[in-house]
């Protein structure tokens, strides 16, 4: 059988990181529900020989090391998901910088692998995010959602489906960026996975991944280690954050783990993207792993 390429993305963040937590009027005790279920997501990854990208909220690297050097030894490419899991545009310009180049400068020093990649918490970017990027030395962005508006999250900006340079995004944007968006669902336009893959189920996602491969368009999707894990009940977080996290979770992991893709970085994604724009370059520089 032929597997499509595609990217699985973890966004390491704890429980209590969420913004739905952070607003909530109840506490927990525990600090960092989620992490259990890295070393539960790196057995799943090496089960199935995947390489994936864990974007870190590198005040966890701070906090455990171990984990995120646990990641990189297993192959997974790290890049960044600020220091503090903190939305941008609620930052001053001083604060955003710190936010972007503090987790790289960390991450590459807990890890000694170069960090070339960012997420925003939220998909929230601010005016000036590609030029602070750029600045900090990464190379590309995954903070685009290609999808429509949803009213109190985000979308409805941006219709890229492909990794593009910056400048496509934003004229402005310093040309050494790509933007590597995350997937839409074609036609509906709301995202794959996220909360959206707990709201319909494994199969709207690999439905969504086959008729975006039948497109030639390489699916991006993301998960969170808190998912899953066995929550909490704190009050005033939302029942949406509790839908079909824990074992249901793990479950749907799997369901699209036994698809009809080879699961590679965001990294060599982007690699790929660019060499093929390259009128030099006559063959890509995947190595394309997964599938059982």
């Known amino acids: 059988m032929t597997h499509s390429p595609a990217v699985l993305s973890v966004d390491l963040e704890f429980f209590t990181h969420l913004p739905a937590y952070r607003n909530a009027r109840g506490r927990t005790d525990r600090d960092d529900i989620g992490l259990a279920a890295v070393d539960d997501l790196l057995a799943v990854f090496d089960d199935y020989d995947v390489s994936t990208t864990f974007f870190v909220v590198s005040d966890i690297a701070e906090r455990h090391p171990d984990c995120v050097e646990r990641v990189a030894a297993a192959g997974h490419e790290i ?3 600020t220091h503090r899991h903190r939305h941008l545009t609620t930052l001053d310009e001083r604060d955003r910088r710190d936010e972007i180049d503090r987790s790289r400068t960390l991450l590459e020093d807990v890890t000694g692998t170069s960090v070339t990649g960012f997420r925003a918490p939220s998909f929230d970017t601010a005016a000036d995010h590609f030029s602070m990027l750029a600045a900090a030395g990464y190379e590309y962005d995954s903070s685009i959602v290609p999808c429509r508006s949803i009213p109190g999250w985000y979308g409805g900006d941006h219709d890229i489906d492909s990794p593009v340079p910056a400048t496509q995004v934003q004229s402005a944007a310093p040309d050494t960026i790509t933007e590597l968006p995350v997937s839409a669902f074609p036609g509906l336009r709301l995202p794959l996975t996220g909360t959206w893959l707990r709201f319909f189920g494994p199969r709207y996602t690999t439905t969504g991944m086959r008729l975006l491969a039948r497109r030639g368009i390489r699916p991006v999707l993301y998960v969170h280690p808190w998912e899953f894990a066995d929550l909490p009940d704190v009050a005033g977080v939302p029942n949406r954050v509790y839908w079909h996290t824990g074992s249901w979770m793990r479950r749907s992991l799997l369901r699209i783990l036994d698809g009809p893709f080879e699961f590679v970085t965001a990294r060599s994604a ?20 997964g599938g059982r």
């Open 79 to 81: 890049a960044s998901h």
């Open 270 to 289: 982007v690699e790929s993207a660019t060499e093929s724009d390259d009128p030099a370059s006559s063959t890509a520089s995947d190595t394309v792993v």
